[in-house]
């Protein structure tokens, strides 16, 4: 079960929450708020998700439960270079053990509308027994960001070299993750659906082996030209794929994003 766990981890665990749009987007830029009900397409699409991973679910082998918490920071440099920084801290049965973590620091670089590319260095840490296990990841990522669906879009590209303290093998790993955030906001606490979609594909093995589905809300805490804090609640299937068979778990998605502009 350890050995197991130690693959799962080393394989899935690592998690991207709250991307941004460049500096003048207008998730950052002063607006007023126009309390709208839900459209009918959006609704749709929430009922469609939800569908998918309830017959997930049921075909899985086993279904954990756990939490992913996180930390988000950005902080504009000059009008096309930003500073990106991250932390996580996961858990497995539930809420009580914490078992995986990591914090990184990027660089990322607005490039031709509406394109950007970051490069970082992520270290992350995965409980073994007794021991933790350390993990040393540089990461170079493409963004594309625009409209789809009367909503924000964006797709990022990422390739991740992760060495591992330790005995276990070096990786080569490609992850592609895909982010609708609604235009319109829900309920009286003007609440903002969001849907997620990643895959990873382990370059080592030639395999694809992990998919994550993960849908919520978000909302600003405070905003201005300066930044802004705003917070983020969802539920994730997050799948992976053991012995040719896909076992899933089911996972709370928190985090904190802070932006800086000044």
């Known amino acids: 079960m350890e050995r197991q766990e130690e693959k799962y ?11 941004m749009h460049k500096c003048d987007c207008p998730a950052v830029s002063p607006y007023i708020f126009t309390r709208m009900n839900m459209t009918s397409s959006l609704r749709s699409s929430l009922r469609l998700i939800l569908i998918a991973a309830m017959f997930i679910a049921s075909k899985a082998h086993a279904a954990e439960t756990g939490s992913s918490h996180n930390l988000f920071y950005l902080n504009k440099l000059n009008d096309n270079a ?47 027994g007794n021991d933790w296990r350390e993990e040393y990841r540089p990461m170079l990522s493409l963004y594309w960001r625009g409209k789809l669906f009367k909503g924000k879009f964006s797709n990022r590209h990422r390739i991740e070299w992760r060495y591992f303290e330790g005995n276990a093998q070096d990786r080569v790993r490609y992850r592609n993750e ?26 080592t093995d030639s395999e694809l082996n992990i998919n994550w589905l993960t849908f919520g809300i978000s909302k600003f805490w405070t905003k201005s030209k300066k930044g802004g804090i705003k917070w983020k609640l969802g ?27 000044d």
């Open 9 to 19: 981890i080393a394989e899935n665990i690592s998690v991207e929450i709250f991307d």
């Open 82 to 128: 930003f500073f990106v920084g991250r932390a996580n801290l996961v858990t497995r049965d539930g809420f009580s053990d914490i078992f995986f973590g990591y914090v990184d620091a990027n660089y990322r670089h607005a490039l031709t509308d509406p394109w950007s590319i970051e490069v970082g260095y992520r270290h992350a840490f995965l409980e073994l």
């Open 178 to 203: 895909s982010v609708w955030t609604s235009q319109h906001t829900i309920t009286d606490y003007q609440l903002t659906p969001f849907i997620e979609e990643e895959f990873f594909y382990d370059i």
């Open 235 to 261: 539920y994730r299937l997050q799948s992976q794929k053991f012995n040719g068979d896909w076992e899933n778990r089911h996972v709370l998605v928190t985090g904190i994003s802070i932006f800086s502009f």
